[in-house]
Nanobody
Framework: VQLQASGGGLAQAGGSLRLSCAAS????????VGWFRQAPGKEREFVAA????????NYADAVKGRFTISRDIAKNTVDLQMNSLKPEDTAVYYC??????????????????WGQGTQVTVSS
């Protein structure tokens, strides 16, 4: 199973970035998919998740109303649109495949395959 995250980069506060996660084969076609992030010196934390069919989503409080997770089932990709970025959003962002089909699970223990991470840096 290979997950490939892309789209990170540098943005100014208030700006936007769009991350994308692509999977090899049908690596996550039957499961929910999540995004996590890890800032320097901090533990990795949940950001958002989307259900297998894309009809349910779950967000961390810190990103609600600013980030939107979506998936294109035909293309086997999951995107994270990040708007109104803040310096505290700076982190390495990881996509991950859930063990489950719904988006309710947000613990790392509920995800069993991870992408390599993409750096997001937000300047003030």
């Amino acid at each position: 199973v290979q997950l490939q995250a892309s789209g990170g980069g540098l943005a100014q506060a208030g700006g936007s970035l769009r991350l994308s996660c692509a999977a090899s084969g049908r690596a996550f076609s039957n499961t929910a998919v999540g995004w996590f992030r890890q800032a320097p010196g901090k533990e990795r934390e949940f950001v958002a998740a989307i259900s297998r069919r894309g009809d349910n989503t779950n967000y961390a409080d810190a990103v609600k109303g600013r980030f939107t997770i979506s998936r294109d089932i035909a293309k086997n990709t999951v995107d994270l649109q990040m708007n109104s970025l803040k310096p505290e959003d700076t982190a390495v962002y990881y996509c991950a495949r859930s063990l489950y089909s719904d988006s309710d699970y947000y613990s790392e223990a509920h995800f069993n395959a991870w992408g390599q991470g993409t750096q997001v840096t937000v300047s003030s």
